[in-house]
Nanobody
């Protein structure tokens, strides 16, 4: 069993930055691929970024490429999402997810474990 706890969300003006963190419990964090998803009101949950167990393979949704960076620190059981140049359309609840596979996935069904989410609000 893996428990995920996100932090770092908040209110920021357009053009600003936020850094989300997700701390995982469990001794096998380093073997899990991790993902960040977001869900805006009335919309489906979508994958923003994902990273493999080693941290050398990443995925980004087209609309965040060049603005967001996913990284992980296996020694600290933590995955990060650095978000720069934020836009009002980035407003959503952001979720951390883990999958007990080595490869990354960009689909909701590809993940076994989910955090509770952290709200990100970008004002114009």
């Amino acid at each position: 069993q893996v428990q995920l706890v996100e932090s770092g969300g908040g209110l920021v003006q357009a053009g600003g930055s936020l850094r989300l963190s997700c701390v995982a419990s469990g001794r096998t964090f380093s073997s899990y691929a991790m993902g960040w998803f977001r869900q805006a009101p009335g919309k489906e949950r979508e994958c923003v970024a994902a990273i493999n167990w080693k941290g050398d393979v990443t995925y980004y949704a087209d609309y965040v490429k060049g603005r967001f960076t996913i990284s992980r620190d296996n020694a600290k059981n933590t995955v990060f999402l650095q978000m720069n140049s934020l836009k009002p359309e980035d407003t959503a609840v952001y979720y951390c997810a883990a999958t007990s596979t080595y490869v990354i996935s960009s689909t909701v069904r590809g993940y076994n474990y989910w955090g509770q989410g952290t709200q990100v609000t970008v004002s114009s």
